[in-house]
């Protein structure tokens, strides 16, 4: 059964997505998607409809969208998808993998030109093939070209949220194995890298050789691609590639940190054991006289090198040994120290759940303040806010406010930069909200200079809070415009602009490599969720992470602030502003 709404509405923008490429009539394409779209806005589950008998009733769902539906949600499976993906050419669903190629002009290259793969279009941009096609031209082959070297740079690459939940069930399931003693997920995904391209697990047996065969039994393997005594390599259906790797119990310290990683920071730390006469491999510490004896755990481990415990997030290779050996390593952040929440989107623009649901939803995750910031009025594509639309959802907040123990409700908004670096509202309105967070959401080809400039005009408004997601990158799917971020964080320092660690797993934008120069500049930050559901608000922990890589502490973040403290910092740049 499979009442997940994510996966109800994946499922018909796929079928909204093949009925395209077969050329199918536009309108029997469009209610697939106006299907999906009202699903999204829906609070209530599809699964929760139909027990209820509802579903029919949800406008743009009748009873042939309401049948598949049911019948995806009762077994998983939908007959008539699985026959839509049989009857459609795999080569194009591969070349609509690449960013800005749709559905018609796909189906136009292997029609017109027999393009089979993106190999074979690649060939055909070189050769200028697609110049002289009606509705491509010199420009669409230059775009599609880009696209095809993003498809290329992120093959193999998964985005962190989504490997880590599988990494850590595939551990669990090798806890589980008679016999082991421990088994954790190691390497890049430990480290939380925003991308990995593989897991790493490690695992502790008094007959490591033992562990091999629990390996192949582990669910959904698409090929094993080595199988030894202490190593294991497989690739899931998912083509994520999983490398275990089975030690003895009292290896597993030395071990788990040896394939933690990175290299460059191992080889860091080996630098410093052999200052110190030691000798480092991924089983054990070695002295002149031999092996030093078991060692508990990767605190004990560091204590043999005269170094406290390094968080992995900072096991990237810079200067974690040398500001561990000085006593500088920061007391990181953590999800508990996160008091409440900015940057969260409702259904009065293109959010998913109501306003109080949303409040609701903060409270139960024990959250002291929500800071509502729905789209502005220019990012119509959004269903951004008219004038009318911003006082009435205030004066429901205000109303809302009026609960003793709830959750208090921040008004924001999320005010688009517009090319010039001026906002969509006018200051009297800005001046209404409690903060104002500004995006670039349009206009993303500007050269960085006029990109810069655009951005830093629009923080240098005193009633600007917040700059949001900075680069504008997607990952594994778009990169950020051009722009000059330390002139942002510059900027951001002289204005008292908060910057935001934008927590949407697609983007964890401010990235982490930026997070420590802005603190040292002496710029706040805000782990700010983007949600547009409920469950998205579950998205901060991956803004913690980002945070903790970027070397930042509670006292650098404004959300873990109390509320009378936060209230006031919010306050303060538009008081100095009106001096």
Not at 44 to 64: C, D, F, N, W
Not at 453 to 466: G, H, L
Not at 512 to 526: I, Q
Request: glycine fraction near 10%; charge should be negative; charged fraction near 25%.
């Amino acid at each position: 059964m499979d009442g997940d709404k994510r996966a109800v509405i994946r499922l018909l923008e796929d079928i909204a997505e093949h009925l395209e490429l077969r050329g199918e009539n536009p309108f029997k394409i469009r209610a697939y998607q106006t299907a999906a779209r009202t699903l999204e806005r829906l609070e209530t589950a599809p699964a929760e409809l139909i027990a209820q008998g509802r579903l029919e009733e949800v406008p743009g769902i009748g009873r042939a969208i309401g049948d598949k539906i049911k019948e995806f949600v009762a077994t998983g499976r939908l007959r008539y998808y699985d026959e839509l993906k049989a009857a459609t050419p795999g080569a194009l669903l591969e070349l609509i993998k690449i960013p800005g190629l749709g559905p018609k002009k796909a189906m136009t290259l292997y029609t017109k030109l027999g393009i089979n793969s993106i190999g074979e279009l690649e060939y055909a941009c070189r050769e200028n093939r697609l110049v002289g096609l009606a509705g491509f031209g010199i420009k669409t082959q230059e775009r599609i070209l880009a696209g095809i070297e993003r498809v290329k740079k992120y093959q193999g690459q998964f985005l962190l949220a989504a490997v880590l939940p599988v990494a850590k069930a595939l551990a669990a399931a090798l806890a589980a194995v008679p016999g082991v003693t421990a088994a954790e997920v190691a390497g890049s995904v430990r480290r939380g890298r925003e991308t990995v391209k593989d897991v790493d697990i490690v695992v502790a047996h008094p007959d490591p050789s033992a562990v091999g065969p629990a390996v192949l039994q582990l669910p959904g393997i698409e090929q094993v691609t080595g199988s030894g005594a202490t190593k294991t390599s497989l690739v899931l259906e998912t083509g994520l590639a999983v490398d275990v790797r089975a030690v003895l119990p009292e290896q597993f310290a030395p071990a788990w940190h040896h394939f933690t990683g990175s290299k460059e920071h191992n080889v860091l730390l080996r630098g410093r054991a052999k200052e110190q006469g030691l000798k480092i491999n991924e089983y054990g510490v070695e002295a002149g006289t031999g092996p030093l004896g078991p060692i508990a755990d990767e605190a004990a481990f560091f204590r043999l090198f005269g170094l406290p415990f390094i968080p992995p997030e900072l096991r990237e290779g810079g200067d974690e040994i040398e500001a561990a050996a000085a006593g500088r390593l920061p007391r990181l952040l953590e999800e508990s120290d996160i008091q409440g929440v900015f940057h969260v989107h409702t259904t009065y623009s293109d959010g998913a759940a109501s306003l109080a649901a949303m409040a609701a939803a903060a409270r139960e995750r024990g959250l002291k303040y929500i800071g509502i910031s729905d789209h502005s009025r220019t990012a119509v594509y959004a269903r951004g806010l008219r004038l009318e639309a911003v006082l009435e959802q205030q004066r429901e907040i205000a109303r809302l406010n009026e609960a003793p123990e709830g959750c208090w409700i921040l008004s924001g908004i999320e005010s688009d930069i517009l090319p010039d670096g001026s906002l969509d509202y006018p200051d009297d309105v800005l001046a209404g909200f409690d903060f104002v967070i500004a995006s670039v959401h349009s206009a993303f080809r500007m050269s960085e200079a006029e990109m810069t400039k655009r951005i830093i005009r629009a923080m240098e408004n005193p009633f600007v809070t917040m700059l949001g997601h900075p680069t504008g990158r997607l990952l594994l799917g778009r990169d950020g415009y051009e722009v000059d971020l330390a002139a942002v964080i510059e900027a951001a320092a002289a204005t008292g602009t908060v910057l935001e660690i934008n927590a949407n797993p697609y983007r964890l934008d401010l990235d982490w490599r930026w997070c420590r120069r802005a603190k040292e500049k002496g710029v706040r930050l805000a782990v700010n969720p983007d949600a547009h559901s409920a469950e998205e608000l579950a998205y901060i922990a991956w803004g913690v992470m980002t945070a903790r890589k970027g070397w930042l502490e509670a006292l650098d973040i404004i959300n873990t602030l109390p509320l009378p403290q936060v209230r006031n910092l919010l306050r303060q740049k538009r008081a100095a502003g009106a001096i």
